[in-house]
């Protein structure tokens, strides 16, 4: 009887490759397939060469090369490319079988991809996978969401080959409906662009205000690597600083200022619009990777436009010692106001997400894992209905120990010309959170005065609208009430 294999995947980048050399490494067989033929033959004679792999030459070849339900799962350009490799395989599948789209797609094209593929009969999951090349290969953390009867089917295979936490427990489990699992993806993207926009500001503070030279900042990253810090980005940040070019000299002092992006942060940025979720952190993380895109506009202006001369006076070590705190208080505020997405997406979109669960994926395999998110675990396992991160005692306590180095960070960089955006508006919205009463109340009066908008007041109950002729040629016609 003709061997099946357990899984198919269609596309051979090195996402793909390395994934599939970490399922056959755990066991599984893997049928494959590449729109460019030779590929399969390469990879099959190559890396997969004497491996437990089907090569394919067609969709309907690695359709036939899988035992039922067959579970068939892309690693290609998001967008058009899904939609056409779903459409492909669609007359070849059978009731109860499974498409997986493993790339970063937007999780709106999922929940409509799930409704379509369930709509012929078929199961669709979209799964976000994180870790780069290396956590493709040796375990990467995995979101999956979609059509819920095709996770038992695919539990086994994605918590195999996924990272595992500490005592053993996968970075892997069901998030959720539909687009569940790729907007928590694109949440922990938009993440990663604030965590390493902060970090960023961090190196930029202590190179032009303090003049430390790359191996000076190693060393800095190499302690903060050691204690609430400890994480992926400082650890290959630490790493950076210390690595050389050819001629001995600083590899990252000769790598031009222009920040690249594939989307995802942008995507979060939009959502958290739709939504009205207050996420400035990562926003602001875009907007910095756009204004460096803007090199040439910037070296023109560098010739124009003045600053304040950068002069430091105080001590040294003592003011590493506060930006390390600012770091990490405006990293709480960072995933704080992801969390805050995540729940209101799944209020509108009706999906049971557990936030705690979602740490612990984030914990191992992924970009942006670190110890810090063992404590969000714990804050979610103490509360599941915990509203925001920053109300947490844990939290609490850290953001008020460092709350007077974050001002003093904030408040210097500032007077010395350097931009530190993601500092800046994460010590905003702290203040803004925790303001009992903000201006908004002028700002309404402001809506009613020039479009009769209405407001609200504060010797009122809540939902009665009022309406005033602020010049008394108004008159008394209000428009629709405001949306909070």
């Known amino acids: 009887m003709e061997k099946k294999a357990n899984i198919g995947l269609i596309g051979l980048a090195v996402m793909g490759e390395n994934l599939i050399l970490n399922m056959e490494s755990k066991g599984f067989t893997v049928a494959v397939y590449n729109r460019t033929i030779e590929k399969v033959d390469r990879f099959i004679n190559g890396r997969g060469k004497g491996k437990d792999f089907i090569g394919t030459q067609s969709i309907k070849e690695l359709v036939q090369s899988l035992e039922r339900p067959r579970k068939v799962m892309l690693l290609v350009k998001a967008g058009q490319p899904v939609d056409d490799f779903i459409n492909q395989l669609i007359p070849y599948l059978?009731?109860?079988?499974?498409?997986?789209?493993?790339?970063?797609?937007?999780?709106?094209?999922?929940?409509?991809?799930?409704?379509?593929?369930?709509?012929?009969?078929?199961l669709y999951i979209g799964t976000g996978v994180s870790g780069g090349e290396e956590g493709a290969l040796k375990g990467p953390s995995i979101m999956p969401g979609g059509s819920p009867g095709a996770?038992?089917?695919?539990?086994?295979?994605?918590?195999?080959?996924?990272?595992?936490?500490?005592?053993?427990?996968?970075?892997?489990?069901?998030?959720?409906?539909?687009g569940a699992g790729h907007f928590v993806k694109m949440v922990h993207n938009g993440i990663e662009y604030g965590d390493m926009q902060l970090i960023c500001e961090a190196y930029h503070i202590m190179k032009e205000l303090l003049g430390m030279t790359p191996i000076e900042m190693h060393n800095v990253f190499k302690e903060w690597n050691k204690g609430d810090l400890d994480s992926y980005l400082i650890e290959i940040t630490r790493d950076i600083l210390a690595f050389n070019d050819e001629d001995g000299e600083p590899l990252v002092e000769k790598i031009l200022d222009t920040a690249g992006q594939k989307g995802t942060g942008k995507w979060t940025g939009i959502a958290a619009l739709d939504l009205g979720v207050p996420l400035t952190l990562i926003g602001e993380a875009v907007f910095a990777r756009c204004l460096s895109a803007q090199k040439e506009e910037r070296v023109g202006a560098s010739k124009i436009l003045n600053g304040p001369l950068k002069k430091f006076t105080g001590d040294k070590k003592a003011f590493i010692e506060d930006i390390r705190k600012a770091l990490f208080a405006s990293k709480i505020v960072s995933y704080?106001?992801?969390?805050?997405?995540?729940?209101?997406?799944?209020?509108?979109?009706?999906?049971?997400?557990?936030n705690g669960g979602i740490a612990l994926m984030w914990r191992g395999g992924c970009i942006i894992r670190s110890v810090f998110l063992g404590k969000i675990k714990e804050a979610f396992d103490k509360n599941p209905e915990l509203n925001n991160l920053l109300l947490?005692?844990?939290?609490?306590?850290?953001?008020?120990?460092?709350?007077?180095?974050?001002?003093?960070?904030?408040?210097?960089?500032?007077?010395?010309?350097?931009?530190?955006?993601?500092?800046?508006?994460?010590?905003c919205y702290y203040d803004g959170y925790r303001s009992e009463r903000l201006p908004?109340?002028?700002?309404?009066?402001?809506?009613?005065?020039?479009?009769?908008?209405?407001?609200?007041?504060?010797?009122?109950p809540r939902g009665e609208f009022f309406h005033t002729d602020w010049t008394g040629r108004g008159g008394k016609t209000a428009s629709s009430t405001y949306n909070v």
Not at 94 to 116: L, V
Not at 395 to 405: L, N
Not at 440 to 460: C, K, P, S
């Open 151 to 178: 996770w038992p089917q695919l539990k086994e295979i994605f918590q195999a080959i996924s990272a595992k936490v500490e005592d053993g427990t996968p970075c892997c489990d069901w998030v959720g409906e539909n």
């Open 94 to 122: 059978e009731k109860g079988d499974i498409i997986i789209d493993g790339g970063n797609s937007n999780f709106q094209d999922t929940i409509r991809r799930t409704n379509y593929v369930e709509s012929k009969g078929l």
């Open 336 to 354: 704080a106001q992801g969390y805050v997405l995540m729940r209101e997406a799944a209020k509108e979109y009706g999906w049971n997400l557990n």
């Open 392 to 427: 947490d005692s844990y939290f609490k306590d850290k953001i008020e120990a460092a709350q007077e180095s974050w001002r003093k960070v904030v408040a210097t960089a500032l007077m010395n010309g350097i931009p530190v955006p993601a500092f800046t508006t994460a010590l």
């Open 440 to 460: 908004a109340n002028l700002l309404q009066a402001q809506r009613d005065y020039f479009g009769a908008h209405t407001y609200e007041r504060i010797d009122r």
